[in-house]
């Protein structure tokens, strides 16, 4: 099955620098790598995704590149800001798959 | 709001005991999914039930059972609990079978087992 390792598990920045998690994956059949952003006490919420057709994909301040070759993709966050504080979820999914395949996690923290 | 309601949002019970979690998916969806999260630890699929039938098991003990009903509510239940079981239990959906298009979580069930 699919195996998805994520990098940093923690990471501190100053707020308005950028953060940048990565993540790689084993299954070259996976075109589907969704980004999760789980906030203290609360569910984990889809902040954007992409699909192997595309190289890069962005929404206001935050960002996710696909490199297929290499088999990882990451997430960008530009000009942190506090509540960016959470914990990120990186996943892997491939036709046919019954689940999503994900990450262990980053911890990330803005600090003021 | 993300549509799915899980309930009990906590629950507090003894070792030994059983439990039921429920989730109600968005309106349309088919697929529900429950995950367990423990402590720091990730997301921990456990099973996925598609339009009343299960379609795909996870890391699941054989103490927990699951099932999703005509109005496609879905239960999660935990017996013979143990400490060991005191974790998040989330519960997703989405509208079709495959998770190719990612899907929706609820909000979650703390379970404590004291």
């Known amino acids: 099955g699919e195996n998805v390792e994520q990098h940093p598990s923690t990471l501190s920045v100053q707020e308005g620098d950028s953060a940048v998690i990565k993540c790689t994956y084993s299954d070259s059949a996976s075109n589907y790598f969704p980004w999760y952003k789980q906030e203290l006490g609360k569910g984990p919420q889809l902040i954007i995704d992409i699909r192997s057709n595309v190289g890069e994909k962005k929404d206001q301040r935050i960002a996710v590149t696909l490199n297929k070759t290499a088999k990882h993709f990451s997430l960008h966050i530009t000009e942190t800001q506090p509540e960016d504080s959470a914990v990120y979820f990186c996943?892997?999914?491939?036709?046919?798959?019954?689940?999503?395949?994900f990450g262990t996690g980053t911890r990330l923290t803005v600090i003021p | 709001d993300s549509g799915v309601t899980q309930t009990p949002k906590h629950l507090i019970t003894a070792t030994g005991q059983r439990v039921t979690l429920r989730c109600s998916p968005r309106s349309g969806d088919l697929s529900v999914y429950w995950y367990q999260q423990s402590l720091d630890q990730g997301l921990q699929f456990l099973i996925q039930?598609?339009?009343?039938?299960?379609?795909a098991k996870g890391n699941i003990l054989e103490r927990f059972s699951a099932q999703q009903f005509p109005d496609l509510h879905s239960e999660l239940n935990l017996s013979s609990l143990e400490l060991g079981d005191s974790a998040l239990y989330f519960c997703a959906s989405s509208g079709t079978w495959t998770s190719n298009y990612g899907y929706t979580f609820g909000s979650g069930t703390r379970l404590t087992v004291v």
């Open positions: 039930y598609y339009n009343g039938e299960e379609r």
């Open positions: 996943a892997a999914s491939y036709p046919g798959a019954n689940n999503l395949f």
